[in-house]
């Protein structure tokens, strides 16, 4: 059983960054042949695909983020990261990784809230 477990969220003001984390546990030999993706949902919206990394590490980006994010991953540590440069306000939301191809249960998440 995969469980996700997200953090690294937090209050920033605009302009400002943030670094998430995303483990994988449980998920063993999956996680390093598997493409991860990074979720986002902001109140009263649904989730979206923010970023994506294959298991080679070719990434695609939604085109709000593109040029301000950046994904990687450890396959050693099963864990998924998301680098968040020039953060604006509409960037507030929950973030969610899971599995884009196949996915698991959803960990909690972690909040990120950009203010102007």
């Known amino acids: 059983q995969v469980q996700f477990v997200e953090s690294g969220g937090g209050l920033v003001q605009s302009g400002g960054s943030l670094r998430l984390s995303c483990s994988a546990s449980?998920?063993?030999?999956?996680?390093?042949?598997?493409?991860m993706g990074w979720y986002r949902q902001a109140f009263g919206k649904q989730r979206e695909l923010v970023a994506r990394?294959?298991?080679?590490?070719?990434?695609t980006y939604e085109g709000s983020v593109e040029g301000r994010f950046t994904i990687s991953r450890d396959n050693a540590k099963n864990t998924a990261y998301l680098q968040m440069n020039s953060l604006k306000p509409e960037d507030t939301a929950v973030y969610y990784c899971?599995?884009?191809?196949?996915?698991?249960?959803w960990g909690q998440g972690t909040q990120v809230t950009v203010s102007s």
């Open positions: 990394i294959g298991p080679g590490g070719t990434t």
């Open positions: 899971n599995f884009p191809t196949f996915i698991r249960s």
């Open positions: 449980g998920s063993g030999s999956i996680f390093s042949g598997s493409m």
